[in-house]
Structure formats: structure tokens, C-alpha cells
């Protein structure tokens, strides 16, 4: 088994090693032993944000203008990268290009959606670590894209920029309802597994159908029935 020495502690006179596979060091750890570039330098690992056991994402860069550094480390097919995965036990990479123009690398980050554009808010000091908030506009198709299944996409997104992310839909319809709006009716906690895959307002849920819904949430097909039934009423008064 492999992993990485994440501390080492004197407990009593005998010292405890404490390795760590969950650590981003470790995927750190094994670009540099899969992958021949990374080892010899060419290619570094700026950045690793990781969702253990989920997905990670990687920012990567190369001062050699003749090396594609995503592809490098991607390989022909995935095959490179197959080595990683499968190490990971079959772990989700996403393998990025490392840029210092921020709007830019958020853009990448928050792949694979496509961003129409952005704002972006700096602190003056971290807030829990982060130092700006952007908001990204997309268009709606785009959305479930961006956060991913249970936000995952967004988190990981958040984590490798270091910025707080908010995600806005294009061109919302004055017609169209905040999906919050129906608390009264639909449970906090539906209403949370419909944010969670981007939909957050009425006609992005009816504009669905129920077999992707029950594939991309947690909900039966008899709740997702309902709260279409509930959403259609309110456009039909």
C-alpha cells in the first residue's frame, strides 16, 4: 500500500508514523511517480484540490512552450492517468492548465461547463480561507454542469482557486419562480437535491424529466412527481 508520511508523533517513547491516502500531497506524490515529466520537473503540479474516495481536480503548468502539460499528463486514451484512477480506487481526475489570470483559471476550474462571464470581488483579508468571492453566469443548460452531482464540481472548483463561487443562471424568465418561494408546500430538504444538481428555479425542474431526475438526485419518482405537480399550479392560476 502506498501513501504519504502526513505526521509523525512521540506517543510515550515509541514515535507513530500517520500515513495519509486521502491527502493531496499523496495525488501530488503520485503525478511525480506516473507521470515521466513531472518527476524530471518539466511539467509542475501547481495546484490539488481532492474529494477523496469522489473526484479531485489538478492545476498543472510547464515552462516549456512545446509541452502540452494536460496532455502529458492525460496521456493517449488516459492512459497515464489510468494508472492514478485506478490507484485512487477509480477516483475522478480532472487534469487542468495552471494560468495566473484568475478569471480565466476559474473558468477552467469549473469545467466542464462553459461560463458566459464573471464578477469578481476581492477581500480585503481571507474569509475562511478564501480570498474573493466571483459570481459566474451560465447559461442554464450549463448550470447542473458547473456544481455537479451533489456539488461536488463547485466545491472542488471553490477549493482549487481559492475563491467563493456563486453561480448564476442567464437570462431567468420574469415568469419563472425561485424554487425557495415554495418552501410552504416542498420540504427544505427536496428543495436542497434540486440546488444540488443546479436547479433552482420552478420551469429548470418541470423542464426535466423524471428519469433524470431520479438518476441525478436522491429523490423517489413519486416526490419528484409531486413537486412537479405543485410547480405546474402555480403557473396554471
Same mark, same amino acid.
Given at each position: 500500500?502506498?501513501?504519504?508520511?502526513?505526521?509523525?508523533?512521540?506517543?510515550?517513547?515509541?514515535?507513530?508514523?500517520?500515513?495519509?491516502?486521502?491527502?493531496?500531497?499523496?495525488?501530488?506524490?503520485?503525478?511525480?511517480?506516473?507521470?515521466?515529466?513531472?518527476?524530471?520537473? $518539466?511539467?509542475?503540479?501547481?495546484?490539488?484540490?481532492?474529494?477523496?474516495?469522489?473526484?479531485?481536480?489538478?492545476?498543472?503548468?510547464?515552462?516549456?512552450?512545446?509541452?502540452?502539460?494536460?496532455?502529458?499528463?492525460?496521456?493517449?486514451?488516459?492512459?497515464?492517468?489510468?494508472?492514478?484512477?485506478?490507484?485512487?480506487?477509480? &477516483?475522478?481526475?480532472?487534469?487542468?492548465?495552471?494560468?495566473?489570470?484568475?478569471?480565466?483559471?476559474?473558468?477552467?476550474? $469549473?469545467?466542464?461547463?462553459?461560463?458566459?462571464?464573471?464578477?469578481?470581488?476581492?477581500?480585503?483579508?481571507?474569509?475562511?480561507?478564501?480570498?474573493?468571492?466571483?459570481?459566474?453566469?451560465?447559461?442554464?443548460?450549463?448550470?447542473?454542469?458547473?456544481?455537479?452531482?451533489?456539488?461536488?464540481?463547485?466545491?472542488?472548483?471553490?477549493?482549487?482557486?481559492?475563491?467563493?463561487?456563486?453561480?448564476?443562471?442567464?437570462?431567468?424568465? &420574469?415568469?419563472?419562480?425561485?424554487?425557495?418561494?415554495?418552501?410552504?408546500?416542498?420540504?427544505?430538504?427536496?428543495?436542497?437535491?434540486?440546488?444540488?444538481?443546479?436547479?433552482?428555479?420552478?420551469?429548470?425542474?418541470?423542464?426535466?424529466?423524471?428519469?433524470?431526475?431520479?438518476?441525478?438526485?436522491?429523490?423517489?419518482?413519486?416526490?419528484?412527481?409531486?413537486?412537479?405537480?405543485?410547480?405546474?399550479?402555480?403557473?396554471?392560476?
Amino acid at each position: 500500500m502506498r501513501g504519504v508520511i502526513k505526521t509523525v508523533e512521540l506517543r510515550g517513547n515509541k514515535p507513530a508514523i500517520i500515513l495519509s491516502r486521502t491527502a493531496p500531497a499523496f495525488l501530488n506524490k503520485l503525478f511525480e511517480q506516473e507521470i515521466p515529466e513531472v518527476f524530471d520537473g $518539466l511539467i509542475t503540479v501547481e495546484r490539488v484540490a481532492r474529494i477523496p474516495g469522489e473526484k479531485a481536480k489538478v492545476a498543472v503548468d510547464s515552462y516549456d512552450d512545446r509541452i502540452d502539460p494536460v496532455g502529458a499528463c492525460v496521456g493517449v486514451k488516459g492512459s497515464r492517468i489510468h494508472g492514478i484512477v485506478r490507484e485512487l480506487g477509480n &477516483e475522478n481526475i480532472d487534469v487542468i492548465n495552471y494560468t495566473k489570470n484568475e478569471q480565466l483559471f476559474i473558468s477552467r476550474a $469549473l469545467s466542464p461547463a462553459k461560463v458566459t462571464s464573471m464578477e469578481i470581488e476581492m477581500y480585503e483579508e481571507e474569509r475562511n480561507g478564501k480570498k474573493g468571492r466571483v459570481s459566474v453566469l451560465l447559461r442554464p443548460e450549463e448550470v447542473s454542469k458547473a456544481i455537479g452531482r451533489g456539488g461536488v464540481n463547485i466545491r472542488l472548483a471553490s477549493e482549487l482557486t481559492g475563491y467563493e463561487i456563486d453561480v448564476k443562471r442567464e437570462g431567468l424568465e &420574469e415568469e419563472d419562480v425561485e424554487l425557495t418561494e415554495f418552501g410552504d408546500e416542498i420540504e427544505a430538504w427536496v428543495i436542497k437535491e434540486f440546488k444540488n444538481i443546479g436547479l433552482d428555479t420552478a420551469r429548470s425542474v418541470l423542464e426535466a424529466s423524471v428519469e433524470e431526475l431520479v438518476k441525478r438526485t436522491d429523490l423517489e419518482e413519486e416526490t419528484i412527481l409531486d413537486v412537479q405537480r405543485i410547480l405546474k399550479e402555480e403557473f396554471e392560476q
